[in-house]
């Protein structure tokens, strides 16, 4: 790696045992000098094991890999995105700007509205002209999981039919969502979202839903209760979806990328085309902001060092995000993908395996019931874990006191993790001396803490386009393509070959465990 890398190297080898009890002791303004705001976004960072000299050095390490050049790349339609030769195109999704993909991507997101106020007020009905009072959303990966969180935070808005969504190929699921719900064949609308239009589960679980239509109402109303959200349309016209319910996005969104996209159709459906335009302002807002702040004041690139000092210098191989807000409960599951698909990779640009650890696990669930679960391992475990903790200050108007109790839950749990209780207090308590090691807590565990005064359209598209960046910096930090995700490919192939050994119509050479585990399949029937 570069000179830069190394004199970050050697800063986090000198800082090792630092503690974050004596950075506060020693600069007693630290939380003010370790924050920064993003509009609405307010993200401290005191609490991470970072000096100022520390920060400097990381602050340097993304002038010098680029970072500003990368998103004016990244504007400019650039080639970022270079095992697929693809430019990196998610922020025009939401631009203003007047390049060609913005004004591609602006026209699709107006028919999707326009198609979506058609359904909500009744225009556009069922083939037996009822109007549509149930969404099912079928997709995997990026295709659901921005949709489920924008679903969970803007459930207040939702006020046209209700929206299900269905990801797992285990018949189980959609099963579920249409006899739980007790859904019908006349008053539902299937929305498949598929980028290629051939994710093998998609389509699997698509036909099912067209089979459950056409049994009931024949094969001529599959064109009336089927809207795709792709990027192949011919292939979805194949199928049988009519053209005027394709809504198109571009191979130069990659999925995880894609919810300011037309993907984003659902929430359009449930909750109106307006309050989706401020879900596009809020990312657009930090869009402007990380092209526009210098970086050693830009919180995504900051947060993202961070991400490349925890895994890299600190190795820390784990992240955990929680969540203090009930709209916010699917988030940890979206930066999962949105991270890990992102920079869970071993070799660099240029085709050179690293020599460093890159992407952490991420993992989390939200706040309340984590504290009475795994928070355990966060505040005694042995593992190396950094935490992202975010937090909304007012998430209901209906009950004050509940908001300050998980408000100061999250406080509570960051500062235990950072500065802990030593075996001196613990004593000072009175506590048993054989129960003195079992009560200490060793503390300087890092984490951050983001918060937003409320959660809407706007501040959630702000969030999740500050997540956005964070990868993307880090991705450059690290030389590798954070636009890719090639080590999806050899799980679906191989379960192509393997799938005809189940149903006994062919054999293959195989690996013992393979072949032994398909018998045992076969033997159940």
Same mark, same amino acid.
């Given at each position: 790696?570069?000179?830069?890398?190394?004199?970050?190297?050697?800063?986090?080898?000198?800082?090792?045992?630092?503690?974050?009890?004596?950075?506060?002791?020693?600069?007693?303004?630290?939380?003010?000098?370790?924050?920064?705001?993003?509009?609405?976004?307010?993200?401290?960072?005191?609490?991470?094991?970072?000096?100022?000299?520390?920060?400097?050095?990381?602050?340097?390490?993304?002038?010098?890999?680029?970072?500003?050049?990368?998103?004016?790349?990244?504007?400019?339609?650039?080639? =970022?995105?270079?095992?697929?030769?693809?430019?990196?195109?998610?922020?025009?999704?939401?631009?203003?700007?007047?390049?060609?993909?913005?004004?591609? *991507?602006?026209?699709?997101?107006?028919?999707?509205?326009?198609?979506?106020?058609?359904?909500?007020?009744?225009?556009?009905?069922?083939?037996?002209?009822?109007?549509?009072?149930?969404?099912?959303?079928?997709?995997?990966?990026?295709?659901?999981?921005?949709?489920?969180?924008?679903?969970?935070?803007?459930?207040?808005?939702?006020?046209?039919?209700?929206?299900?969504?269905?990801?797992?190929?285990?018949?189980?699921?959609?099963?579920?969502?249409?006899?739980?719900?007790?859904?019908?064949?006349?008053?539902?609308?299937?929305?498949?979202?598929?980028?290629?239009?051939?994710?093998?589960?998609? %389509?699997?679980?698509?036909?099912?839903?067209?089979?459950?239509?056409?049994?009931?109402?024949?094969?001529?109303?599959?064109?009336?209760?089927?809207? *795709?959200?792709?990027?192949?349309?011919?292939?979805?016209?194949?199928?049988?979806?009519?053209?005027?319910?394709?809504?198109?996005?571009?191979?130069?969104?990659?999925?995880?990328?894609? /919810?300011?996209?037309?993907?984003?159709?659902? *929430?359009?459906?449930?909750?109106?085309?307006?309050?989706?335009? &401020?879900?596009?302002?809020?990312?657009?807002?930090?869009?402007?902001?990380?092209?526009?702040?210098? =970086?050693?004041?830009?919180?995504?690139?900051?947060?993202?060092?961070?991400?490349?000092?925890?895994?890299?210098?600190?190795?820390?191989?784990?992240?955990?995000?929680?969540?203090?807000?009930?709209?916010?409960?699917?988030?940890?599951?979206?930066?999962?993908? =949105?991270?890990?698909?992102?920079?869970?990779?071993?070799?660099?640009?240029?085709?050179?395996?690293?020599?460093?650890?890159?992407?952490?696990?991420?993992?989390?669930?939200?706040?309340?019931?984590?504290?009475?679960?795994?928070?355990?391992?966060?505040?005694?475990?042995?593992?190396?874990?950094?935490?992202?903790?975010?937090?909304?200050?007012?998430?209901?108007?209906?009950?004050?006191?509940? &908001?300050?109790?998980?408000?100061?839950?999250?406080?509570?749990?960051?500062?235990?993790?950072?500065?802990?209780?030593?075996?001196?207090?613990?004593?000072?308590?009175?506590?048993?001396?054989?129960?003195?090691?079992?009560?200490?807590? /060793?503390?300087?565990?890092?984490?951050?803490?983001?918060?937003?005064?409320? =959660?809407?359209?706007?501040? %959630?598209? &702000?969030?999740?386009?500050?997540?956005?960046?964070?990868?993307?910096?880090?991705?450059?930090?690290?030389?590798?393509?954070?636009?890719?995700?090639?080590?999806?490919?050899?799980?679906? *192939? %191989?379960?192509? &070959?393997?799938?005809?050994?189940?149903?006994?119509?062919?054999?293959?050479?195989?690996?013992?465990?393979?072949?032994? %585990?398909?018998?045992?399949?076969?033997?159940?029937?």
């Amino acid at each position: 790696m570069s000179g830069q890398w190394q004199v970050v190297e050697r800063i986090a080898q000198d800082e090792s045992d630092i503690s974050l009890r004596h950075l506060f002791a020693s600069d007693p303004a630290r939380g003010q000098k370790f924050s920064l705001s993003c509009n609405d976004i307010f993200f401290d960072f005191s609490k991470q094991i970072l000096s100022v000299s520390g920060l400097d050095a990381l602050v340097a390490l993304a002038h010098e890999a680029g970072v500003q050049e990368h998103f004016a790349g990244m504007m400019n339609g650039a080639e =970022l995105n270079v095992t697929e030769h693809r430019p990196v195109g998610h922020m025009h999704l939401r631009s203003q700007g007047d390049s060609s993909m913005a004004a591609a *991507a602006k026209e699709q997101t107006e028919r999707a509205i326009e198609l979506a106020e058609a359904i909500r007020a009744g225009r556009i009905v069922g083939f037996s002209g009822h109007a549509f009072r149930a969404i099912v959303s079928i997709g995997i990966g990026g295709s659901d999981l921005g949709n489920v969180v924008v679903a969970d935070a803007l459930e207040a808005w939702c006020n046209g039919p209700a929206c299900y969504f269905v990801s797992s190929i285990d018949p189980t699921h959609l099963d579920n969502v249409l006899t739980r719900n007790n859904l019908s064949p006349e008053f539902t609308l299937f929305v498949v979202a598929s980028k290629t239009f051939t994710t093998s589960e998609t %389509l699997h679980i698509a036909s099912r839903a067209r089979e459950w239509i056409t049994s009931a109402l024949g094969a001529e109303a599959v064109s009336h209760h089927f809207v *795709a959200t792709t990027a192949a349309p011919k292939v979805a016209a194949k199928w049988g979806i009519s053209n005027d319910h394709i809504l198109e996005f571009f191979d130069w969104v990659g999925g995880r990328f894609s /919810v300011s996209s037309v993907i984003g159709f659902p *929430a359009i459906v449930s909750c109106g085309g307006e309050v989706f335009r &401020q879900f596009l302002r809020g990312m657009a807002a930090t869009d402007e902001y990380v092209q526009t702040t210098p =970086l050693a004041q830009n919180a995504p690139v900051i947060h993202a060092l961070l991400g490349v000092w925890n895994a890299s210098m600190r190795h820390s191989s784990s992240l955990a995000v929680i969540p203090y807000s009930h709209g916010l409960r699917h988030f940890p599951a979206f930066l999962q993908q =949105l991270l890990t698909e992102s920079n869970g990779k071993s070799v660099t640009v240029d085709g050179h395996g690293v020599t460093y650890a890159t992407s952490p696990t991420v993992w989390g669930e939200p706040g309340p019931a984590a504290q009475h679960s795994f928070f355990q391992m966060l505040h005694q475990g042995t593992n190396k874990i950094s935490t992202d903790f975010i937090a909304v200050r007012r998430t209901s108007n209906n009950d004050e006191s509940g &908001q300050q109790i998980l408000f100061a839950s999250m406080l509570a749990q960051s500062a235990a993790l950072a500065f802990g209780k030593t075996e001196q207090e613990v004593r000072a308590d009175g506590v048993p001396e054989s129960l003195v090691p079992h009560r200490t807590f /060793v503390g300087n565990k890092p984490s951050t803490c983001i918060v937003m005064p409320v =959660l809407n359209a706007f501040t %959630l598209g &702000q969030l999740i386009a500050f997540y956005e960046h964070s990868a993307a910096v880090q991705g450059w930090i690290w030389n590798i393509n954070s636009f890719d995700q090639w080590g999806v490919e050899l799980g679906k *192939a %191989l379960t192509a &070959q393997i799938e005809p050994i189940l149903t006994g119509k062919q054999s293959i050479d195989t690996d013992s465990s393979t072949a032994m %585990l398909a018998d045992w399949y076969r033997q159940q029937d």
